[in-house]
C-alpha cells in the first residue's frame, strides 16, 4: 500500500489547503471541507521532505516569489489523456491563459474541447497544475473545480485583469494562443 500523508497550509488567498504526498510525488491539494479533514494527517512536516517542498512552494507562490513549481508530481491515478493534459497545463506561463480549444488543437485532438475541459476540472493538483490558466476559446472566465471566486484570485495574484467571479467574466489580457514555445 502506497504510503500517504498530508498536512494543512492556512492563511492562503484561497483559504486553508490541504496537501497529500506519496513516495512519488504530490497526489492532491484540496480546498473542501471534505478535503481538510485530512486521512493521514502528519504534525511532522519536516519527516517528509515532499510534502515540505510543496508546502513551502505553495508559501512562496502566494507570497508572490515563485512563479513555477519543481516538485515530483503522482499522477498514478490519471488516464493518459489526462496526463498529457496535466503534464501540458505545467508549461503554460505564470500569468497568461490558453483555451480548451487550443488545448485540444496542440494535442492532436482538434475539437475535444470539452474533453480537455473534464480533464482540467478533474485535476487533483490545482494551483501545482495551473488549471486555473485555462479559460473559454472566447476570452471568458469558463469554470473551476474549486469555484470561480478562487480562479479569480489566483488569476489576480498572476497580474491578469478579470472583470468578476462569473463564468462570462472577460479577462484581460486575452488569451494567448498556443503553440506556446
Known amino acids: 500500500m502506497t504510503q500517504v500523508v498530508s498536512a494543512l497550509l492556512e492563511g492562503t488567498p484561497l ?3 490541504a496537501v497529500w504526498t ?13 478535503d481538510l479533514s485530512m486521512p493521514h494527517h502528519t504534525d511532522d512536516v519536516a519527516a517528509h521532505p515532499t510534502l515540505a517542498r510543496a508546502l513551502q ?3 512562496e507562490y502566494f507570497e508572490g516569489s515563485r512563479r513555477a ?12 489523456f489526462q496526463r498529457r493534459i496535466y503534464t501540458r497545463l505545467t508549461e503554460i506561463p505564470f500569468g497568461r491563459t490558453v483555451s480548451y480549444g487550443d488545448l485540444a488543437d496542440e494535442l ?7 474533453a480537455v475541459g473534464q480533464a482540467v476540472g478533474s485535476n487533483p493538483l490545482p494551483v501545482l497544475v495551473p488549471c486555473h490558466r485555462v479559460v473559454r476559446s472566447d476570452g471568458r472566465l469558463g ?3 474549486g469555484g470561480l471566486n478562487r480562479k479569480v484570485r489566483l488569476l489576480r495574484l498572476e497580474g491578469l485583469e478579470v472583470e468578476g467571479p462569473r463564468p462570462t467574466s472577460r479577462i484581460y489580457p486575452d488569451v494567448l494562443r498556443l503553440p506556446l514555445q
Open 22 to 34: 506519496t513516495p512519488m510525488g504530490v497526489r492532491r491539494v484540496g480546498f473542501d471541507a471534505d
Open 57 to 59: 512552494q505553495l508559501r
Open 108 to 114: 492532436g485532438d482538434p475539437g475535444a474541447a470539452r
Open 143 to 145: 469554470g473551476y473545480s
Open 15 to 17: 483559504g486553508t489547503l
Open 69 to 80: 513549481f519543481d516538485l515530483p508530481l503522482d499522477l498514478s491515478g490519471a488516464t493518459d
